[in-house]
């Protein structure tokens, strides 16, 4: 008689083992992933806003049509300086274009528009390495403005073509109408990219 041989064949599953090296691996990685998320976020909110610019007013630092990235968190820290390009909404209104202009007058200083010449605190001013045609429209600044806490004059660099602080309509802009500071112009058909220089 033949005897029946018992199945010898068993399948044991392997465990697996869970240990504290493993687990600090883990956590190291999603750590790591979750800065890495967390330092593009802030790079790109901080410094990756673009605004295109309309018009010929900024010509010849910055184009019609071209973009210019804005850098809104060092901004905020620090605030705007004589000669900064920055980019604004006028009266706050967010439902008009960004304006982009530069920096002349910051906080404390005397602005007026004599004969086609900027004067700041009563000098002609020089602002940046661009030679400006005179202004044939002084605009507010005909008569003398004295610049209050958070308040900054601005004007495009092609200062015949451009509606800025002497507009009536735009005036004096204030901290709370900034966005940020164009820090950095795109490529386009008309012009180059490059840094923003003061």
């Known amino acids: 008689m033949f005897r029946k041989k018992k199945n010898t064949f068993t399948f ?21 992933t979750v ?11 901080a410094f990756g806003m673009q605004v295109k610019v309309i018009g010929d007013s900024m010509e010849p630092t910055i184009y019609n049509g071209q973009g210019v990235l804005v850098d809104r968190l ?9 000669g900064d390009v920055v980019v604004f909404l006028p009266n706050g209104n967010t439902n008009s274009h960004y304006y982009v202009k530069r920096v002349v007058g910051c906080p404390g200083d005397k602005v007026q528009i004599i004969d086609g010449d900027l004067y700041i605190n009563g000098v002609v001013s020089k602002t940046g390495n661009i030679d400006y045609d005179k ?19 601005l004007l495009g660099d092609n200062r015949n073509s451009s509606e800025d602080s002497r ?11 900034m966005v940020g500071k164009a820090w950095f112009k795109v490529k386009n058909q008309q012009g180059g990219a490059g840094f923003i220089l003061d």
């Open 12 to 32: 044991h599953q392997k465990k697996r083992i869970i240990t504290p090296k493993l687990i600090r691996e883990i956590f190291s990685w999603i750590l790591v």
């Open 35 to 45: 800065m890495a998320v967390f330092l593009a976020f802030v790079i790109v909110t």
């Open 74 to 82: 060092i901004f905020k820290l620090f605030g705007a300086k004589n």
């Open 135 to 153: 202004m044939e429209d002084a605009g507010i600044a005909a008569s003398e403005l004295k610049l209050g806490s958070g308040e900054y004059f």
């Open 167 to 177: 507009s009536a309509n735009i005036g004096v802009v204030t901290t709370r109408m």
